[in-house]
């Protein structure tokens, strides 16, 4: 298959080469040249399938030209070496807990199907690939975890000094082996232009090869689609299933659409902001008007401008008045997100984290409009304890620390300190 850029100047390439590139060069981000369409009965038929066997079916049609069968599905069982669960936590209200994974959010879903295909990649290329990164926090973690002890690849983490949470930094600078994480005295852009510097640099990329992993690469986005097939699978065919996607950059919820035009059965798919509303207010009938972000308590949907609303247009086919249709979308103060934490939390004793709490807010919020047919499901896209302090504070109640967290948090973290100067990093580079 091929996969050719939202903005169409590009030439179509292999998803291999879409995944080495990141971003399209006009600009625009990969997307499949068209949509491939599994049978629906794969997922109605009345067996649990292991989430690896569905992985594996739906990445096939995109990848089954590249990578062998086998070299496939040992990707998808090692990528996915973690649980995930459905929980049902009022009649008709479930939540896909998606945070059971080494960094405990969604992310680890992409960053360690993309890490082990890069790997794969690099090994059939017999090369080494470097992956620069530079990171306000939950993406460094993400992709620094996905890629941990991964053969073939270094990482290269750039991360702001003092802005950066304690447990976001702990996590990328306590992996060791093929990570790499460096505090550069200054802010989040001046990481972003030291990267960007490098990729830039005619005699770096004459050493080695430096490479990209971005919230956008086509190979961070797939594996968000394998998801909504296993809930749809677990719900079973007697019940229709709507989702509710806590949105930011709208990667998660694209996967949906992807997994929808696929094939899997589903009814539809909500989309829920936080204050950062730019695409609900489209939804309801506005341009659409990104702008800056605002800082809220569910900061990973802090977007002001997200980077997927292309993706959804091309899907869409350009016709906004469809979309608007077929997308339902609701946003929530921090307020109402307190509030829903607190209320359930006393309620059923289910401790939402602030993303997966906007979610919950729209699902009850598309019961109420569109009545109760189909079965919800919430994606839980954080564990509550990674934001501990604000859950805790609205239950009362100490969230346990889960064993891999706690290990985490004793390891004393290793990390090399810069200046934002481009030459001294580029020394590192090829020093090391
Ligand atoms: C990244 C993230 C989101 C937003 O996902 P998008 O794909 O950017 O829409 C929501 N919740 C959590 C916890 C996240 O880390």
Known sequence: MKFISTSGKAEPVSFMEAMRQGLAPDGGLYMPDRMPKMDDQFFKKPVHRSFAEIALEMAKPYLGD?????????????????????????????????????????????????????????????????????????????????????????????????????LQQKQMTTLGKNITAIEIDGVFDDCQRLVKQAFSDKELAKKMRLSSANSINIARLLPQSFYY????????????????????NFGNLTGGLIAKEMGVPLERIVAATNSNDVVPRFLGGEEFRPGPSVQTISNAMDVGDPSNFVRMMHLFEGDADRL??????????????????????????????????????????????????T?????GTAHPVKFREVVEHETGEKIPVPDRLKKVLEKEGVFREMRSDFEEFRHFLIQG
């Not at 079965?375 to 994606?379: D, K, S």
């Open 66 to 166: 590249e990578l062998k069968e086998e070299a496939l599905g040992s990707v998808a069982e090692d990528a996915f070496n973690f649980p995930l669960e459905l929980r049902e936590i009022e009649p008709g209200f479930h939540v896909l807990e998606l945070f059971h994974g080494p960094t405990l959010a969604f992310k680890d879903f992409g960053a360690r199907f993309m890490a082990r295909l890069f790997a794969e990649d690099a090994n059939s290329r017999g090369e080494k690939v470097t992956i620069l990164v530079a990171t306000s926090g939950d993406t460094g973690s993400a992709v620094a975890g996905g890629f941990y002890d991964v053969p073939g690849v270094e990482v290269v983490v750039l991360f702001p000094k003092g802005k950066v949470s304690p």
């Open 229 to 248: 097939g296993w809930a749809a699978n677990r719900i079973g065919s007697a019940n229709k299933t709507s989702f509710i996607t806590p949105s930011g």
């Open 324 to 373: 608007r249709r077929e997308i339902p979308g609701y946003s929530y103060t921090d307020e109402e997100t307190r509030r829903a934490i607190r209320e359930v939390y006393q309620s059923i004793g289910y401790t939402l984290c602030p993303h997966t709490a906007v979610g919950y807010l729209a699902a009850k919020r598309d019961a109420q409009i569109r009545g109760g047919r």
């Open 375 to 379: 079965e919800r499901v919430i994606l």
